[in-house]
């Protein structure tokens, strides 16, 4: 998404992103960026805060309308369901899933029709 806001601006296309990624977003120099430290897949808030979401796209749009200055950052003024540990359990696998969660993807992949998984040996 980001490369595509630069190519938009390069073209005439004024573009802001809102995104999770901090380092990846800015590292591809998006002109625009509203910073959401939520998980990823959730950069306007929580699922079914409307007060929230909105509150990220208007910050989104006033930052569309204000900037002067290239790679403008801005991060938006919320935090992840009041707990801030929240990262140590994001997409943490623990021990005894491990296996559950592999047959889970193996009978998934053979009702899509897919390969098995190649396990590596250690």
């Known amino acids: 998404m980001s490369l595509v806001a630069r190519h938009l601006e390069a073209n005439g296309i ?31 808030g929580h699922p079914w ?6 509150a990220i796209v208007r910050l989104a749009l006033s930052l569309l309308e204000t900037t002067t200055a290239p790679r403008a950052t ?6 992840w369901r009041d707990d801030p540990d929240w990262r140590g359990r994001y997409n943490r696998v623990r021990p005894e899933d491990r296996e559950r969660l ?4 193996d009978e998934r992949r053979k009702r899509r029709g897919q390969s098995p998984r190649v396990v ?3």
């Open 49 to 54: 805060n409307a007060a929230m979401q909105t």
């Open 74 to 79: 801005v991060r938006a003024p919320f935090e």
């Open 102 to 105: 592999l047959a889970l993807g």
């Open 120 to 122: 590596a040996q250690r």
């Open 14 to 44: 004024a573009t802001v992103v809102v995104g999770s990624a901090r380092d990846i977003v800015e590292h591809c120099g998006v002109p625009r960026f509203v910073f959401s430290d939520f998980p990823l897949g959730n950069p306007c």
